[in-house]
């Protein structure tokens, strides 16, 4: 079947795939494992840090006395290549969530990625920038060939009645958003649970809080690191303060807890990580800084 997206796409094709080759003729070559922009989120400090002082604020550089300011938290979707596969960690906004977000078909043509070429998407998580970038504005996937790999608890979460219970009236949309791409890769996803190997060399891990069956992964072998998603969401704040109730974790205790865990690994082992909302593409790693932690991002 063609569909109606090809049938646009198509007319652009040619001039496309030539640009395309020069840009892969003249690239040195590419890295394992890079990030890609989704563009950037903007998002209030009252609702990112709704129990923060003053103090609080101050101790993490954010001289918003008034609690009134906002964030411009950037999106990096990481792409992985290996072993014949191009695997995405999670999938961007689409253009239906804010405007300022929705980039990442951009950069994969920027990129001289081939949508169809995407082998495997894996979901950190199951809110609006991470997958309603799935569908793109017909309603089709974007991504025709993959396969989708989401955590069994994440899955279940979103298609429960607790998920509209937990969440105030202004997020349901992100419950009607998740079953609606649900439904969409629902004869594509495998669901996994933590510690399986989701494909070959990348396991996956437990990294509840910020959503019920939110997963962080290692990618294991040449370039190894972790995929942290949204469990490490902001520097300075995750790393000066991770015990501070972050407002976009669903669960702030256990976001807290989680975060601390993730960072207390990630500086014992020098392992390098990618933040999905970490700036300067999100790469980078964590170092101990007195009884705190400081995030170095790669050049
Ligand atoms: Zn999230």
Redesign the pocket.
């Known amino acids: 079947m063609i569909t109606r997206r090809e049938v646009i796409l198509g007319a652009a094709a040619c001039g496309a795939a030539s640009l395309a080759t020069t840009r892969r003729t003249q690239a040195a070559a590419p890295s394992l494992l890079e990030t890609l922009s989704d563009g950037h989120l903007v998002l209030p400090v009252a609702f990112l840090l709704p129990k923060a002082t003053p103090d609080d604020l101050r101790a993490v550089g954010l001289e918003l006395e008034t609690n009134t300011g906002s964030l411009a938290p950037d999106c990096n979707v990481t792409l992985h290549r290996s072993d014949g596969r191009l695997v995405l960690f999670d999938a961007g906004s689409g253009s239906n969530f804010l405007p300022t977000a929705g980039k990442l078909p951009d950069s994969l043509a920027a990129a001289g990625i081939d949508l169809a070429d995407v082998t495997d998407v894996v979901f950190t998580?199951a809110?609006p920038?991470?997958i309603w970038g799935v569908l793109d504005d017909f309603d089709e996937l974007l991504f025709p060939q993959a396969r989708y790999h989401i955590s069994e608890a994440e899955w279940e979460y979103w298609i429960s009645e607790a998920a509209l219970s937990d969440l105030p009236e202004e997020r349901h949309s992100f419950v009607a958003g998740a079953r609606k791409r649900f439904a969409a890769i629902e004869e594509r996803v495998v669901r996994f649970r933590s510690g399986d190997e989701v494909l070959p060399g990348i396991e996956a891990v437990s990294a509840a809080g910020?959503?019920p069956g939110h997963t962080a992964f290692v990618v294991h072998g040449e370039e190894a690191a972790m995929i942290v998603g949204?469990a490490i969401s902001n520097d300075p704040v995750s790393f000066v303060r991770p015990d501070l109730h972050w407002g976009?974790d669903q669960d702030p205790d256990k976001g807290a807890a989680t975060r601390g865990a993730l960072l207390d690994r990630l500086a014992g082992d020098r392992l390098r990580f990618v933040g999905f909302h970490l700036p300067a593409g999100g790469i980078g790693r964590v170092e101990r800084s007195a009884n705190t932690y400081r995030f170095v991002a790669e050049a």
């Open positions: 998580h809110h920038d991470h910020h959503t949204d976009a």
